[in-house]
């Protein structure tokens, strides 16, 4: 079988690391962290890539290196070298519609204001790839959206955060073994 490539969104730096705009690479790391895989720089891409080698398929985590506005050339180059097409890729990432620890996949969709997911769709073409969303949200009324994706959780939330991070863990795993429909059917809330 294929590798399945899952990539996660956010932005380098120790000031950014807990921030929920890096939810996507903290599922990654939780994952990692799960198998006792190792995020390394690789010269083949602008990233942290892990491969996980423990079932089959094979995982290559990517946590691109670029800032989320720069994301998707990174993602095509990854396609590019490991020979996978989009479908072969979920890009994990934070969105702050979602109520706090809901998950959402999707097969296309819109990029709804994410910088990332727009410099994806502008490298790739379109919106035609699979995504898990990771609830952050909601953020507080009037609060500017970038200002609340760039904070630290709050304390709520970082009690909440390792079952959201292990969920989407889960979610990404089961999306690779047994396929989207699989994964939206197990983790997206009732009727969606």
Same mark, same amino acid.
């Given at each position: 079988?294929?590798?399945?490539?899952? +990539?996660?969104?956010? !932005? *380098?730096?120790?000031?950014?690391?807990?921030?929920?705009? !890096?939810?996507?690479?903290?599922?990654?790391?939780?994952?990692?962290?799960?198998?006792?895989?190792?995020?390394?720089?690789?010269?083949?891409?602008?990233?942290?890539?892990?491969?996980?080698?423990?079932?089959? =398929?094979?995982?290559?985590?990517?946590?691109? #290196?670029? +800032?989320? !506005?720069?994301? $998707? @050339?990174?993602?095509?180059?990854?396609?590019?070298?490991?020979?996978?097409?989009?479908? #072969?890729?979920?890009?994990?990432?934070?969105?702050?519609?979602? *109520? +706090?620890?809901?998950?959402?996949?999707?097969?296309?969709?819109?990029?709804?204001?994410? !910088?990332?997911?727009?410099?994806?769709?502008?490298?790739? $073409?379109?919106? #035609?790839? =699979?995504?898990?969303?990771?609830?952050?949200? @909601?953020? @507080? =009324?009037?609060?500017?959206?970038?200002?609340?994706?760039?904070?630290?959780?709050?304390?709520? #939330?970082?009690?909440?955060? *390792?079952?959201?991070?292990?969920?989407?863990?889960?979610?990404?795993?089961?999306?690779?073994?047994?396929?989207?429909?699989?994964?939206?059917?197990?983790?997206? =809330?009732?009727?969606?």
């Amino acid at each position: 079988m294929s590798p399945r490539l899952l +990539f996660g969104l956010g !932005n *380098p730096g120790k000031a950014y690391a807990q921030t929920r705009h !890096n939810a996507g690479w903290q599922a990654l790391d939780r994952l990692a962290a799960r198998h006792g895989g190792e995020f390394r720089r690789t010269r083949l891409l602008h990233a942290e890539v892990c491969d996980l080698r423990v079932e089959e =398929p094979r995982l290559l985590l990517v946590k691109p #290196q670029s +800032f989320m !506005n720069l994301v $998707g @050339p990174v993602l095509v180059r990854a396609l590019d070298v490991y020979e996978l097409d989009r479908t #072969q890729a979920l890009v994990l990432v934070d969105d702050f519609m979602l *109520p +706090f620890g809901r998950l959402r996949l999707r097969a296309t969709g819109s990029a709804a204001g994410h !910088n990332g997911l727009k410099s994806i769709e502008e490298a790739l $073409g379109g919106a #035609q790839y =699979p995504r898990l969303r990771l609830g952050i949200g @909601p953020a @507080p =009324p009037g609060a500017a959206w970038a200002d609340y994706v760039l904070k630290r959780y709050d304390a709520a #939330q970082r009690r909440a955060l *390792p079952d959201l991070l292990d969920r989407a863990a889960d979610a990404a795993t089961t999306w690779a073994r047994e396929g989207l429909d699989a994964a939206m059917n197990r983790y997206n =809330p009732a009727g969606e």
